[in-house]
């Protein structure tokens, strides 16, 4: 059965490096009675419930087992997503394609300021007999694949850390950003080596926050307040686990995941018929490499459009004008909803100081992070 299915509630926390005024519960409940009130209904009237949740980086066992409360959900379905954002919102918007459900709830949270040592969390996804054993820190995987990636398509470590400043600049017009800063890219080039060539100033800081988004069918949307965004279509991927099989030089899961979701809003020409895009930029490298596998670029091409002006909030394609990870902080799985929460409030003329000149159809896509090769995409659109 082919139903529309639209956004028609957005809550969120605001961004914050860290949060000691409040319990992920806390932050919870904040984000969920914001996104009740966006959509004008009460809790009793969802009929699923998406908690996107990866146990390691909760610190707490089966932790959606701690979320029912806050969101109003006690004794109705709430089904955790282990995985990227935006595979929980695919996971909401199918159940509500199926035609047995009408109205569904997606949440997310991170708490990264309760995480003292993320990159032995981190290491857990790595083969546990030929590359955890090494010791080495996760990160020297984005080292290794931004360097193949620099090397196979000709951008440049110069270009990757203009996205620092274009990115962290937008976040200045952010008031939700916990990052926001007037830094130039040659801060980013002096800043102390990670991973080379991957430097401190490329890696998007932690922070705390929460967000929950109420999806429904069009016609329980007809019954809501406010302007609904419409999911067009989604797709999320997974390439292989195993660093050394991997290509280096380009985000497999980026493109498989961005076929699938432009297959479903028939999207023939990405890049004459998507307006604006926030994409995944956890590292600077990975907003260019990103671009170029959703088709937003063509390959190589995606620094030298950037130094064009092409990607800012007034060129032709702007790119995470809400400052993406880099300026809002990166939130681990929550950063997909984030992005898909930017791009629903940019279509709804919500966003603000930040607001684009009219768009019509956005782009969100989400990658779930060193050391992983999963992620996905989301077409959206203001009909």
Same mark, same amino acid.
């Given at each position: 059965?082919?139903?529309?299915?639209?956004? *028609?509630?957005?809550?969120?926390?605001?961004?914050?490096?860290?949060?000691?005024?409040?319990?992920?519960?806390?932050?919870?409940?904040?984000?969920?009675?914001?996104?009740?009130?966006?959509?004008?209904?009460?809790?009793? &009237?969802?009929?699923? #419930?998406?908690?996107?949740?990866?146990?390691?980086?909760?610190?707490?066992?089966?932790?959606?087992?701690?979320?029912?409360?806050? !969101?109003?959900?006690?004794?109705?379905?709430?089904?955790?997503?282990?995985?990227?954002?935006?595979?929980?919102?695919? %996971?909401? #918007?199918? &159940?509500? +394609?199926? @035609?047995?459900?009408?109205?569904?709830?997606?949440?997310?949270? %991170?708490?990264?300021?309760?995480?003292?040592?993320?990159?032995?969390?981190?290491?857990?996804?790595?083969?546990?007999?030929?590359?955890?054993?090494?010791?080495?820190?996760?990160? #020297? *995987?984005?080292?290794?694949?931004?360097?193949?990636?620099?090397?196979?398509?000709?951008?440049?470590?110069?270009?990757?850390?203009?996205? *620092?400043?274009?990115?962290?600049?937008?976040?200045?017009?952010?008031?939700?950003?916990?990052?926001?800063?007037?830094?130039?890219? &040659?801060?980013?080039?002096?800043?102390?080596?990670?991973?080379?060539?991957?430097?401190?100033?490329?890696?998007?800081?932690?922070?705390?926050?929460?967000?929950?988004?109420?999806?429904? =069918?069009?016609?329980?949307?007809?019954?809501?307040? @406010? &302007?609904?965004?419409?999911?067009?279509? *989604?797709?999320?991927?997974?390439?292989?686990?195993?660093?050394?099989? +991997?290509?280096?030089?380009?985000?497999?899961?980026?493109?498989?995941?961005? +076929?699938?979701?432009?297959?479903?809003?028939?999207?023939?020409?990405?890049?004459?018929?998507?307006?604006?895009?926030?994409?995944?930029?956890?590292?600077?490298?990975?907003?260019?490499?990103?671009?170029?596998?959703?088709?937003?670029?063509?390959?190589?091409?995606?620094?030298?459009?950037?130094?064009?002006?092409? #990607?800012?909030?007034?060129? +032709?394609?702007?790119?995470?004008?809400?400052?993406? =990870?880099?300026?809002?902080?990166?939130?681990?799985? !929550?950063? @997909?909803?984030? =992005?898909?929460?930017?791009?629903?409030?940019?279509?709804?003329?919500?966003?603000?100081?930040?607001? !684009?000149?009219?768009?019509?159809?956005?782009?969100?896509?989400?990658?779930?992070?060193?050391?992983?090769? =999963?992620?996905?995409?989301?077409?959206?659109?203001?009909?």
């Amino acid at each position: 059965m082919t139903r529309d299915v639209a956004i *028609v509630g957005l809550g969120c926390t605001s961004f914050r490096p860290t949060s000691p005024h409040a319990s992920y519960r806390e932050m919870i409940f904040e984000a969920a009675v914001k996104a009740y009130s966006d959509a004008g209904i009460e809790p009793d &009237q969802v009929d699923t #419930f998406m908690s996107v949740s990866e146990d390691y980086l909760e610190g707490t066992a089966i932790v959606d087992e701690y979320v029912p409360d806050q !969101l109003g959900a006690v004794l109705k379905p709430v089904h955790t997503i282990g995985a990227d954002g935006i595979t929980g919102l695919a %996971s909401a #918007f199918l &159940q509500i +394609r199926t @035609g047995q459900f009408e109205v569904a709830l997606v949440e997310g949270r %991170s708490k990264a300021s309760n995480v003292l040592h993320p990159a032995h969390i981190d290491a857990f996804a790595l083969d546990p007999v030929y590359v955890r054993p090494l010791e080495l820190h996760p990160r #020297f *995987v984005a080292g290794l694949e931004m360097r193949a990636f620099l090397e196979a398509t000709g951008n440049t470590e110069e270009q990757a850390a203009a996205v *620092v400043e274009k990115n962290r600049g937008n976040a200045c017009r952010n008031p939700m950003a916990a990052h926001p800063a007037r830094t130039s890219a &040659q801060d980013v080039l002096r800043s102390a080596p990670i991973a080379e060539p991957l430097k401190e100033g490329d890696a998007a800081l932690p922070a705390d926050g929460s967000i929950v988004i109420i999806l429904a =069918s069009a016609e329980a949307a007809a019954r809501m307040k @406010g &302007q609904p965004v419409y999911i067009e279509g *989604v797709g999320w991927a997974q390439d292989t686990p195993n660093i050394e099989e +991997r290509d280096w030089s380009r985000a497999a899961y980026a493109e498989e995941a961005a +076929r699938q979701a432009y297959r479903m809003a028939k999207i023939s020409d990405p890049a004459g018929q998507i307006q604006f895009a926030e994409v995944d930029d956890a590292f600077a490298y990975k907003e260019l490499q990103h671009l170029e596998s959703v088709g937003l670029a063509p390959t190589g091409m995606a620094g030298r459009m950037l130094e064009q002006g092409e #990607f800012s909030p007034g060129g +032709r394609l702007p790119v995470n004008a809400s400052g993406g =990870s880099l300026g809002c902080g990166h939130v681990h799985d !929550l950063a @997909g909803l984030r =992005s898909v929460m930017e791009a629903a409030l940019q279509l709804r003329g919500d966003a603000g100081d930040r607001q !684009l000149n009219n768009p019509r159809v956005g782009l969100a896509q989400s990658w779930r992070g060193v050391p992983t090769a =999963s992620g996905g995409a989301a077409v959206l659109s203001r009909r």
